[in-house]
């Protein structure tokens, strides 16, 4: 009598700790997935954020490079009327025009040089994110084969 007993004991306990595994798969797989939603989720924001900022750094880099064109014409231009007409109301207005100009060159150069920058961190966020994707992938299917889920 106690080895059928035991055996029952013995199964029961067997099948609990079955169901208990399979919960804690269950409930694994579920937040596995809720995370990757949140993950998808974020990633299309921030990609829509990047590219507006994108479109409007290229934006602001042609206004600049525009103006600096018009700067530098104007800057000839007035260097022309220098010679033929050297007046100081017009030579303070040429070195006023020069000091605008040499703000606008150092602004475009720091401005293109912060555009590398986010070209930069947005290729390695990319390429980081593809790379954890294919992490991920390869763990979901090492997972799969392991608890015969095919």
Do not use: C, W, Y
């Amino acid at each position: 009598m106690e080895s059928k007993e035991t055996q029952f004991e013995s199964s029961s306990e067997e099948k609990s700790v079955s169901m208990h595994e399979t919960e804690n798969q269950i409930e694994n797989e579920s937040q596995r997935l809720q995370s990757e939603a949140l993950a998808k989720a974020l990633s299309s924001t921030l990609t829509t954020v990047i590219k507006e900022f994108d479109s409007k750094a290229q934006q602001t880099s042609t206004s600049q490079d525009q103006l600096s064109q018009s700067l530098d014409r104007l800057t000839r231009e007035l260097d022309k009327l220098l010679e033929d007409a050297p007046l100081p109301f017009i030579m303070q207005h040429a070195a006023k025009i020069s000091v605008v100009r040499k703000r606008v060159s150092s602004l475009n150069s720091v401005m293109k040089s912060v555009q590398r920058r986010l070209d930069n961190i947005d290729r390695m966020l990319s390429v980081g994110v593809s790379h954890q994707h294919q992490q991920q992938q390869q763990h979901d299917k090492a997972t799969t084969e392991h608890s015969g889920l095919r």
